[in-house]
């Protein structure tokens, strides 16, 4: 094989482990990636704290509904007792009962309230919880997909790695130093000629510079310098 078409599949290489190495690097920059996941978890906690936040408010309104209800009970009691005889003292407990009555149902009004506001963030929190688990499952498999196509491009990367070492060995030393050197600065270090033209820089090709290349000799272009090859 001649040394043109031996550094032009030099550079098919290259290309291919390039993009590999550039599939790695965006892999590994989304391993581990969870910011979505983290997101959700912290606004999932946050609504969990006001949920219990509003059941403590819930407790102590039904509680001050059954302290009050006890208190009537007795006032009640004392007053349907016989015991008292005096009208004057009878009117005082009804006013004590009355306002009493008045108070919790106040207290009453509060506890369905507060119970409205639960139910309705018990329901968010539970929302939250199942969009939580799905967000954190599809995050597992995304991770483990990643890890998996990671692997595929580490082998698919070595075996490449050592296609070029092979090639390279194969490959007179000079024509190898001239193609990084150009590779380096250009990055595509050998262009094919199509209808007599660089494809590395859109130039018409002397004739002398055609004919010197056909012979698959390394012939660099006269305007970009680039390695001329025939396909
Ligand atoms: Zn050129």
């Known amino acids: 094989m001649g040394v043109v078409r031996q550094l032009y599949q030099l550079q098919e290489i290259d290309f291919e482990l390039e993009s590999a190495e550039q599939a790695l690097v965006q892999i590994e920059g989304r391993l581990g990636e969870n910011q979505a996941v983290v997101t959700a978890q912290e606004e ?3 609504e969990q704290r006001r949920l219990e936040e509003l059941q403590r408010q819930q407790h102590a309104a039904e509680g001050e509904v059954d302290k009050l209800a006890a208190k009537l009970a007795s006032v009640e009691e004392e ?3 016989g015991r008292i005889g005096n009208p004057k003292e009878l009117a005082n407990l009804q006013h004590e009962a009355d306002g009493l009555k008045s108070r919790r149902g106040q207290a009453e009004d509060r506890t369905l309230e507060v119970m409205e506001r639960v139910a309705a ?5 539970s ?4 969009e939580l688990g799905r967000m954190e499952e599809e995050w597992n ?3 483990l997909r990643l890890e998996a196509e990671g692997e595929r491009y580490k082998e698919l990367k070595a075996g490449l790695e050592q296609q070029r070492r092979q090639l390279i060995s194969d490959i007179d030393e000079e024509a190898v130093a001239i193609y990084e050197d150009i590779r ?5 270090a050998v262009a094919s000629v199509e209808q007599g033209i660089c494809r590395g820089c859109g130039i018409s090709l002397s004739t002398t510079q055609l004919q010197q290349a056909k012979g698959d000799r390394l012939v660099q272009c006269s305007s ?3 390695i001329l090859f025939f396909a």
Not at 121 to 125: H, I, K, S
Not at 127 to 130: E, I, P, T
């Open 44 to 46: 999932f906690v946050m």
């Open 79 to 81: 007053m349907y007792s």
């Open 121 to 125: 963030v018990e329901a968010r929190v």
């Open 127 to 130: 929302a939250l919880g199942s």
């Open 141 to 143: 498999d995304e991770q």
């Open 184 to 188: 380096r600065r250009k990055n595509r």
């Open 224 to 226: 970009c310098g680039r």
